[in-house]
Protein backbone atom coordinates (compact mmCIF):
# COMPACT_ATOMS: atom_id res chain seq x y z
CA UNK A 1 0.00 0.00 0.00
CA UNK A 2 1.53 3.17 -1.05
CA UNK A 3 2.25 6.12 1.21
CA UNK A 4 -0.52 8.13 -0.16
CA UNK A 5 -3.17 5.73 0.07
CA UNK A 6 -2.61 4.99 4.03
CA UNK A 7 -2.84 8.31 4.67
CA UNK A 8 -5.84 9.14 3.06
CA UNK A 9 -7.70 5.58 4.42
CA UNK A 10 -6.36 7.51 8.07
CA UNK A 11 -8.01 10.63 7.08
CA UNK A 12 -11.09 9.01 6.17
CA UNK A 13 -11.49 7.08 9.60
CA UNK A 14 -11.03 10.15 11.43
CA UNK A 15 -13.70 12.34 9.46
CA UNK A 16 -16.07 9.53 8.94
CA UNK A 17 -15.99 9.43 4.93
CA UNK A 18 -14.72 5.84 5.03
CA UNK A 19 -18.08 4.33 6.37
CA UNK A 20 -19.77 5.83 3.30
CA UNK A 21 -17.55 4.37 0.86
CA UNK A 22 -18.63 0.70 0.66
CA UNK A 23 -22.31 1.71 -0.06
CA UNK A 24 -21.46 3.81 -3.05
CA UNK A 25 -19.52 1.12 -3.86
CA UNK A 26 -21.99 -1.16 -3.82
CA UNK A 27 -24.25 1.37 -5.58
CA UNK A 28 -22.10 1.45 -8.51
CA UNK A 29 -21.79 -2.26 -8.60
CA UNK A 30 -25.40 -2.99 -8.31
CA UNK A 31 -26.75 -4.85 -9.62
CA UNK A 32 -24.67 -7.62 -9.44
CA UNK A 33 -27.72 -10.73 -9.40
CA UNK A 34 -30.91 -10.65 -10.66
CA UNK A 35 -33.50 -8.58 -9.02
CA UNK A 36 -37.25 -9.88 -7.45
CA UNK A 37 -40.21 -7.41 -8.50
CA UNK A 38 -43.45 -7.96 -6.23
CA UNK A 39 -46.77 -7.70 -7.81
CA UNK A 40 -49.71 -7.56 -5.50
CA UNK A 41 -52.13 -8.60 -8.53
CA UNK A 42 -52.67 -11.61 -10.40
CA UNK A 43 -51.21 -11.05 -14.19
CA UNK A 44 -52.66 -9.00 -16.74
CA UNK A 45 -53.52 -6.15 -15.18
CA UNK A 46 -52.71 -2.48 -15.36
CA UNK A 47 -49.94 -2.56 -12.16
CA UNK A 48 -48.61 -6.28 -13.30
CA UNK A 49 -48.14 -4.92 -17.19
CA UNK A 50 -46.30 -1.70 -15.90
CA UNK A 51 -44.28 -3.35 -13.75
CA UNK A 52 -43.23 -5.84 -16.82
CA UNK A 53 -42.50 -2.97 -19.22
CA UNK A 54 -39.87 -1.46 -16.57
CA UNK A 55 -38.74 -4.55 -15.46
CA UNK A 56 -37.89 -5.36 -18.89
CA UNK A 57 -36.52 -1.81 -19.37
CA UNK A 58 -34.28 -2.07 -16.22
CA UNK A 59 -32.85 -5.22 -17.08
CA UNK A 60 -31.81 -4.30 -20.37
CA UNK A 61 -29.87 -0.83 -19.15
CA UNK A 62 -28.65 -2.58 -16.00
CA UNK A 63 -27.38 -5.69 -17.08
CA UNK A 64 -29.33 -8.18 -14.55
CA UNK A 65 -32.67 -9.64 -14.50
CA UNK A 66 -35.76 -8.50 -12.91
CA UNK A 67 -37.83 -10.94 -12.45
CA UNK A 68 -41.60 -10.50 -11.82
CA UNK A 69 -43.02 -12.33 -9.29
CA UNK A 70 -46.95 -11.89 -8.70
CA UNK A 71 -47.99 -12.38 -5.48
CA UNK A 72 -52.05 -11.52 -5.14
CA UNK A 73 -54.33 -11.79 -2.42
CA UNK A 74 -54.89 -10.27 1.24
CA UNK A 75 -56.41 -7.18 -0.36
CA UNK A 76 -52.63 -6.80 -1.36
CA UNK A 77 -51.28 -7.28 2.12
CA UNK A 78 -49.36 -9.93 1.38
CA UNK A 79 -46.96 -9.04 -1.29
CA UNK A 80 -46.49 -5.89 0.70
CA UNK A 81 -45.52 -7.60 4.22
CA UNK A 82 -43.15 -9.80 1.75
CA UNK A 83 -41.68 -6.71 0.68
CA UNK A 84 -41.30 -4.95 4.18
CA UNK A 85 -39.63 -8.07 5.53
CA UNK A 86 -37.12 -8.37 2.69
CA UNK A 87 -33.71 -7.22 3.11
CA UNK A 88 -33.03 -3.14 2.05
CA UNK A 89 -29.93 -4.18 -0.52
CA UNK A 90 -32.13 -3.20 -3.48
CA UNK A 91 -32.58 -6.97 -4.54
CA UNK A 92 -36.60 -6.63 -4.11
CA UNK A 93 -38.63 -4.23 -5.37
CA UNK A 94 -42.41 -3.91 -4.86
CA UNK A 95 -44.55 -2.27 -7.76
CA UNK A 96 -47.33 -0.73 -5.19
CA UNK A 97 -50.49 0.76 -6.58
CA UNK A 98 -52.95 3.09 -4.98
CA UNK A 99 -54.90 0.15 -3.22
CA UNK A 100 -51.72 0.10 -1.06
CA UNK A 101 -52.70 3.76 0.61
CA UNK A 102 -56.48 2.58 1.22
CA UNK A 103 -55.02 0.03 2.68
CA UNK A 104 -53.29 1.95 5.32
CA UNK A 105 -56.51 3.02 7.18
CA UNK A 106 -58.31 -0.04 6.08
CA UNK A 107 -56.19 -2.31 7.62
CA UNK A 108 -54.89 -0.23 10.56
CA UNK A 109 -53.42 -3.48 12.64
CA UNK A 110 -51.61 -5.86 10.17
CA UNK A 111 -48.69 -5.25 11.51
CA UNK A 112 -46.60 -2.74 9.09
CA UNK A 113 -47.23 0.47 7.81
CA UNK A 114 -47.15 0.88 4.37
CA UNK A 115 -46.04 4.68 3.91
CA UNK A 116 -43.42 3.98 6.33
CA UNK A 117 -42.08 0.88 6.29
CA UNK A 118 -41.22 1.51 2.10
CA UNK A 119 -39.39 3.91 0.57
CA UNK A 120 -40.65 5.27 -2.87
CA UNK A 121 -38.85 5.42 -5.96
CA UNK A 122 -41.00 6.63 -8.65
CA UNK A 123 -44.32 6.56 -9.50
CA UNK A 124 -44.74 4.76 -12.85
CA UNK A 125 -47.95 5.30 -14.44
CA UNK A 126 -51.07 8.21 -12.57
CA UNK A 127 -54.38 8.01 -14.12
CA UNK A 128 -57.65 8.84 -13.50
CA UNK A 129 -60.90 6.51 -12.96
CA UNK A 130 -64.12 6.30 -15.66
CA UNK A 131 -67.34 6.48 -13.89
CA UNK A 132 -69.43 3.50 -15.61
CA UNK A 133 -72.58 2.49 -15.97
CA UNK A 134 -74.74 -0.26 -18.20
CA UNK A 135 -75.90 1.37 -20.95
CA UNK A 136 -79.59 -0.35 -20.12
CA UNK A 137 -79.20 2.55 -17.09
CA UNK A 138 -81.66 5.58 -17.56
CA UNK A 139 -78.75 8.31 -17.46
CA UNK A 140 -76.36 9.70 -19.56
CA UNK A 141 -74.93 12.48 -17.51
CA UNK A 142 -73.03 11.93 -13.54
CA UNK A 143 -76.22 14.06 -13.12
CA UNK A 144 -78.33 12.32 -14.53
CA UNK A 145 -77.15 9.30 -12.70
CA UNK A 146 -77.27 11.33 -9.55
CA UNK A 147 -81.13 11.52 -9.43
CA UNK A 148 -81.82 8.41 -10.93
CA UNK A 149 -80.04 6.84 -7.56
CA UNK A 150 -82.07 9.61 -5.63
CA UNK A 151 -85.16 8.19 -7.02
CA UNK A 152 -84.13 4.76 -6.16
CA UNK A 153 -82.45 4.46 -2.89
CA UNK A 154 -80.08 1.54 -2.35
CA UNK A 155 -81.17 -0.08 -5.35
CA UNK A 156 -78.16 0.67 -7.39
CA UNK A 157 -75.23 -2.19 -7.22
CA UNK A 158 -72.00 -0.16 -7.41
CA UNK A 159 -69.40 -3.63 -8.23
CA UNK A 160 -65.83 -2.97 -7.38
CA UNK A 161 -62.50 -5.12 -7.85
CA UNK A 162 -62.69 -5.63 -4.60
CA UNK A 163 -62.67 -4.12 -0.70
CA UNK A 164 -60.67 -1.29 -0.35
CA UNK A 165 -59.67 -0.53 -4.39
CA UNK A 166 -59.36 2.08 -5.60
CA UNK A 167 -62.21 2.16 -7.26
CA UNK A 168 -64.08 0.84 -4.68
CA UNK A 169 -63.20 3.97 -2.22
CA UNK A 170 -63.91 6.21 -5.39
CA UNK A 171 -67.33 5.58 -5.22
CA UNK A 172 -67.75 5.74 -1.34
CA UNK A 173 -66.52 9.52 -1.89
CA UNK A 174 -69.05 9.92 -4.95
CA UNK A 175 -71.82 8.92 -2.34
CA UNK A 176 -70.55 11.37 -0.02
CA UNK A 177 -69.85 14.04 -1.96
CA UNK A 178 -73.46 13.60 -3.81
CA UNK A 179 -75.81 12.27 -1.01
CA UNK A 180 -76.73 8.52 -2.49
CA UNK A 181 -75.99 5.42 -1.38
CA UNK A 182 -75.19 2.10 -3.62
CA UNK A 183 -74.56 -1.47 -2.65
CA UNK A 184 -71.60 -2.76 -2.67
CA UNK A 185 -70.48 -5.79 -4.55
CA UNK A 186 -66.66 -6.55 -4.13
CA UNK A 187 -64.98 -9.07 -6.45
CA UNK A 188 -62.32 -10.55 -6.95
CA UNK A 189 -60.12 -8.04 -9.26
CA UNK A 190 -61.59 -5.46 -12.04
CA UNK A 191 -62.02 -7.97 -14.74
CA UNK A 192 -65.16 -9.94 -13.36
CA UNK A 193 -67.29 -6.39 -12.14
CA UNK A 194 -66.75 -5.59 -15.48
CA UNK A 195 -68.09 -8.53 -17.21
CA UNK A 196 -71.05 -8.38 -14.63
CA UNK A 197 -71.35 -4.50 -15.81
CA UNK A 198 -71.71 -5.57 -18.87
CA UNK A 199 -74.43 -8.29 -17.81
CA UNK A 200 -76.36 -6.07 -15.74
CA UNK A 201 -75.56 -7.69 -12.63
CA UNK A 202 -74.25 -4.29 -11.61
CA UNK A 203 -75.21 -1.09 -12.32
CA UNK A 204 -71.61 0.98 -11.40
CA UNK A 205 -68.14 0.76 -11.93
CA UNK A 206 -65.48 3.22 -11.17
CA UNK A 207 -62.95 1.33 -13.39
CA UNK A 208 -58.92 2.10 -14.25
CA UNK A 209 -59.17 4.18 -17.63
CA UNK A 210 -56.78 1.41 -19.13
CA UNK A 211 -59.74 -1.51 -18.70
CA UNK A 212 -62.46 1.04 -19.54
CA UNK A 213 -61.52 2.35 -22.69
CA UNK A 214 -62.20 -1.12 -25.15
CA UNK A 215 -65.97 -0.94 -23.99
CA UNK A 216 -66.78 2.76 -23.73
CA UNK A 217 -65.95 2.45 -27.19
CA UNK A 218 -67.49 -0.41 -28.18
CA UNK A 219 -70.17 0.56 -26.75
CA UNK A 220 -70.98 -1.96 -24.41
CA UNK A 221 -70.50 0.45 -21.45
CA UNK A 222 -71.42 3.89 -21.40
CA UNK A 223 -68.67 6.45 -19.39
CA UNK A 224 -70.47 9.35 -17.45
CA UNK A 225 -67.52 11.03 -16.13
CA UNK A 226 -63.72 10.53 -15.42
CA UNK A 227 -62.47 11.10 -12.03
CA UNK A 228 -59.75 13.76 -12.48
CA UNK A 229 -59.70 17.25 -12.41
CA UNK A 230 -59.61 17.82 -15.98
CA UNK A 231 -60.73 15.62 -19.56
CA UNK A 232 -58.40 12.57 -20.13
CA UNK A 233 -56.46 11.93 -23.36
CA UNK A 234 -58.49 9.09 -24.71
CA UNK A 235 -61.74 10.17 -23.14
CA UNK A 236 -61.49 13.35 -24.70
CA UNK A 237 -65.53 14.23 -25.00
CA UNK A 238 -66.55 12.58 -21.08
CA UNK A 239 -66.74 15.49 -18.55
CA UNK A 240 -64.89 15.34 -15.29
CA UNK A 241 -67.04 14.45 -12.55
CA UNK A 242 -65.89 17.50 -10.30
CA UNK A 243 -68.32 19.54 -12.67
CA UNK A 244 -71.00 18.23 -11.02
CA UNK A 245 -69.38 17.49 -7.64
CA UNK A 246 -66.19 20.61 -7.33
CA UNK A 247 -63.73 19.29 -5.61
CA UNK A 248 -64.08 15.85 -6.53
CA UNK A 249 -60.73 14.02 -7.55
CA UNK A 250 -59.28 10.22 -7.41
CA UNK A 251 -56.61 8.92 -9.19
CA UNK A 252 -55.10 5.28 -10.06
CA UNK A 253 -51.00 4.80 -9.55
CA UNK A 254 -48.85 2.16 -9.45
CA UNK A 255 -44.96 2.77 -8.36
CA UNK A 256 -42.10 1.18 -7.45
CA UNK A 257 -40.92 1.21 -3.80
CA UNK A 258 -38.58 -0.59 -1.57
CA UNK A 259 -37.65 -1.55 1.99
CA UNK A 260 -36.78 1.11 4.32
CA UNK A 261 -33.13 1.92 4.64
CA UNK A 262 -32.46 0.93 1.44
CA UNK A 263 -29.35 2.99 -0.17
CA UNK A 264 -30.07 6.18 -1.51
CA UNK A 265 -27.50 5.43 -4.05
CA UNK A 266 -29.59 2.17 -5.21
CA UNK A 267 -32.61 4.32 -4.96
CA UNK A 268 -31.80 6.94 -7.38
CA UNK A 269 -29.89 5.02 -9.43
CA UNK A 270 -33.32 2.87 -10.00
CA UNK A 271 -34.71 6.12 -10.02
CA UNK A 272 -32.73 7.58 -13.20
CA UNK A 273 -33.29 4.62 -15.22
CA UNK A 274 -37.02 4.33 -14.34
CA UNK A 275 -37.15 8.02 -15.53
CA UNK A 276 -35.34 7.20 -18.82
CA UNK A 277 -37.51 4.47 -19.74
CA UNK A 278 -40.66 7.03 -18.97
CA UNK A 279 -39.01 9.36 -21.61
CA UNK A 280 -38.73 6.58 -23.88
CA UNK A 281 -41.37 6.83 -26.98
CA UNK A 282 -41.47 2.67 -27.05
CA UNK A 283 -42.54 2.45 -23.61
CA UNK A 284 -44.84 5.58 -23.88
CA UNK A 285 -46.84 3.95 -26.87
CA UNK A 286 -46.93 0.89 -24.67
CA UNK A 287 -48.11 3.15 -22.00
CA UNK A 288 -50.81 4.05 -23.67
CA UNK A 289 -52.47 0.92 -23.87
CA UNK A 290 -52.76 0.97 -20.36
CA UNK A 291 -54.87 3.86 -19.91
CA UNK A 292 -52.35 6.73 -19.66
CA UNK A 293 -48.65 8.12 -20.07
CA UNK A 294 -45.33 6.83 -18.09
CA UNK A 295 -44.62 9.53 -15.39
CA UNK A 296 -41.36 10.61 -14.59
CA UNK A 297 -40.89 11.58 -11.09
CA UNK A 298 -38.65 11.86 -7.91
CA UNK A 299 -38.44 9.73 -5.09
CA UNK A 300 -39.53 12.62 -3.01
CA UNK A 301 -42.86 13.16 -5.92
CA UNK A 302 -43.85 9.70 -5.34
CA UNK A 303 -43.54 10.12 -1.65
CA UNK A 304 -46.00 13.11 -1.58
CA UNK A 305 -48.38 11.39 -3.83
CA UNK A 306 -48.05 8.29 -1.24
CA UNK A 307 -49.04 10.82 1.31
CA UNK A 308 -51.54 13.00 -0.24
CA UNK A 309 -53.76 9.44 -0.75
CA UNK A 310 -53.36 7.86 3.08
CA UNK A 311 -54.85 11.23 4.29
CA UNK A 312 -57.53 11.48 1.60
CA UNK A 313 -58.59 8.08 1.88
CA UNK A 314 -58.03 7.77 5.92
CA UNK A 315 -61.14 10.78 5.75
CA UNK A 316 -63.17 8.48 3.29
CA UNK A 317 -62.94 5.30 5.20
CA UNK A 318 -63.70 6.58 8.57
CA UNK A 319 -66.69 8.75 7.21
CA UNK A 320 -68.10 5.60 5.85
CA UNK A 321 -67.14 3.62 8.48
CA UNK A 322 -65.75 1.03 6.44
CA UNK A 323 -62.99 -1.82 8.07
CA UNK A 324 -61.04 -4.48 6.49
CA UNK A 325 -63.23 -7.26 8.13
Not at 140 to 154: H, L, N, Q, R, V
Amino acid sequence: MTTSRRSFLRLAAGTGVLPAWPRAADAQAYPARPVRVLVAVSPGGTTDLAARLMAQWLAKRLGQPFVIENRPGGATNIATELAVRSPPDGYTLFMANSSNAVNESLYPDIGFKFSVDLTPVSVSIRSPLVMLVNPGVPAATASEFIAYAKADPGKINMGSGGKGATGHVAGELFQMMAGVKFQHIPYRGEAPAMTDLIGGQVQLVFATTGSSLQYVKSGKLRALAVTSSTRAKDLADVPPLADVLPGYEASSWSGFVVPKNTSVEIIDKLNHELNAAAADTAIQARFADLGGPPVTSSPADFGRIIADDVAKWAKVIKAAGLTGD
